[in-house]
């Protein structure tokens, strides 16, 4: 299977790359991870006239943590990320980057570049939403700031114009006494989760005063479970409220039925995942050390 | 597009040995390897992503041939399956491998010896779950992994014992 015939561009710089993309239009693609590109340009489903390739910018794979937060550069892979960022405070991204997909894959796929394609089953989205991130953006005219809620309008569709492109994600730190957790539920390695929940926590004597949730592959985009969230606030990570809180997530949830199962099974399963992200993140914001990461069913 | 597609000149080091070519663009890295090279070790399976055998390492990581473009290993490091013995002496992974039946038709092995290879270049003492997760990308319809993790805990054991790489 090969991709149609298409002009290769290395850029040799961020400004390089931003002005070859305004100047070829749309028919050409960035190259960062090409994890999902290669394959759509291989079954011909992408058929870009030019590829601008970004894996041989400078200063673009990188991962800096201060105490402000975490910058993450567009080229920084899932591998990088997930031996990077040890340490309890971003636990929730070691969750996200050390499962997705299998080794291979995540020694190329670029975090950035996950976020910029906006699959509704993609890992990111949902994980970084709940961290309030923000994009880096840039373009011919300069550079800006985009709220992540702001930055995917749908599926495969981000309010990045055509010409622009994300420099880095940034997450500001989250407080002490909060803790988050990513569950994804998928089949095999290679696959796309079959569902995924995200949950950031702040707890105050035991009490969620803090609470967010968003669920991953039931919808166009992640979910954001607002209901779910309100069944928590104000009271302990368990129990009934628990209970009232996966219900609603399930509700919240507008799965398609697929190969990966039908309407009722991913609403159940949603439950399930909630239940068990909430339980982590909570045990991980009281201070305890939780191993984390994607179930395989 | 009427226009020719303008060639790319791409150097690559292949198992300690250094290659100059022109490719097209669109050649793919395992396509490169295969006939530019005539490495043939590297297999081609499913062409999507999913199976592994393509498995090469580039600058020490493991990556799928058949998801690379070779214009994007210019100036690179890459190994493969053919760089694994020295000589006619096999590699601990590739001589673990036939001691424990960690193969039948052999087709997924040299991707499965990569990604071995890769797990045990990062963690020279892995558990077997630490081995399923390392071989998790790479398919094998004919051993069902239990002799293939059964190898690679014994190479594991073996390079620990003789300081190998």
Do not use: K
């Given at each position: 299977m090969y991709p149609k015939p298409f002009r290769y561009h290395r850029a040799r710089s961020i400004e390089e790359a931003s002005r070859l993309l305004a100047e070829l239009g749309e028919d050409a693609r960035l190259l960062a991870g090409g994890q999902s590109l290669i394959p759509l340009m291989k079954f011909r489903l992408a058929a870009p006239e030019h590829l601008i390739d970004l894996n041989f910018l400078p200063d673009l794979d990188t991962l800096r943590e201060s105490d402000d937060g975490l910058q993450i550069g567009a080229l920084a892979r899932h591998a990088r990320i997930a031996d990077s960022l040890g340490s309890p405070r971003w636990a929730i991204l070691h969750d996200c980057a050390s499962g997705i997909a299998d080794a291979q894959v995540r020694n190329r796929g670029t975090l950035a570049g996950s976020v910029a394609e906006a699959d509704p089953s993609g890992d990111w989205v949902p994980v970084l939403s709940t961290l309030e991130a923000s994009l880096t953006v840039t373009g011919p005219a300069g550079e800006r700031t985009l709220p992540l809620r702001e930055a995917v309008l749908d599926a495969y569709t981000t309010a990045l114009e055509p010409e622009e492109m994300i420099r880095e994600v940034r997450i500001s730190a989250p407080p002490a006494g909060s803790g988050g957790a990513f569950v994804a539920f998928k089949r095999t390695a290679q696959v796309y989760a079959s569902a995924s929940a995200a949950v950031h926590l702040e707890l105050r004597d035991g009490v969620c005063s803090g609470v967010r949730i968003y669920l991953g592959c039931v919808g166009l985009t992640a979910v954001h479970a607002e209901e779910a969230e309100a069944q928590l606030k104000g009271r302990t990570p368990s129990g009934d409220g628990l209970e009232r809180a996966a219900e609603a997530a399930a509700a919240a949830a507008d799965p398609q039925p697929d190969m990966r199962g039908s309407r009722e099974y991913k609403r159940m399963l949603v439950g399930c995942l909630v239940k068990e992200a909430v339980s982590r993140a909570a045990r991980r914001a009281a201070g305890d050390t939780v191993r984390g990461g994607h179930l395989y069913g | 597009m009427a226009d020719e597609i303008p060639r790319i000149e791409i150097e690559v080091e292949v198992n300690g040995r250094s290659y100059r070519r022109e490719v097209e663009p669109r050649l793919l890295l395992v396509d490169f390897v295969r006939q530019e090279l005539g490495l043939t070790g590297t297999h081609v399976g499913c062409e999507s992503s999913y199976c592994g055998a393509c498995t090469v390492l580039l600058n020490g990581a493991s990556v799928k041939?058949?998801?690379?473009?070779?214009?994007?290993?210019?100036?690179g490091r890459l190994e493969t399956v053919e760089g694994l013995a020295d000589g006619e002496r096999l590699h601990p992974l590739q001589q673990a491998f036939s001691d424990c039946h960690g193969l039948q038709c052999g087709y997924c092995t040299p991707g499965l010896l990569m990604s071995a290879r890769y797990l045990l270049s990062r963690n020279p003492d892995p558990d077997e779950e630490e081995i399923r997760k390392a071989i998790a990308g790479n398919l094998c319809r004919?051993?069902?992994?239990q002799n293939v993790i059964a190898a690679v805990r014994q190479a594991a054991a073996t390079m620990r014992k003789e300081g190998a790489e």
């Open positions: - | 041939s058949c998801t690379m473009f070779a214009v994007q290993a210019d100036g004919c051993t069902g992994y």
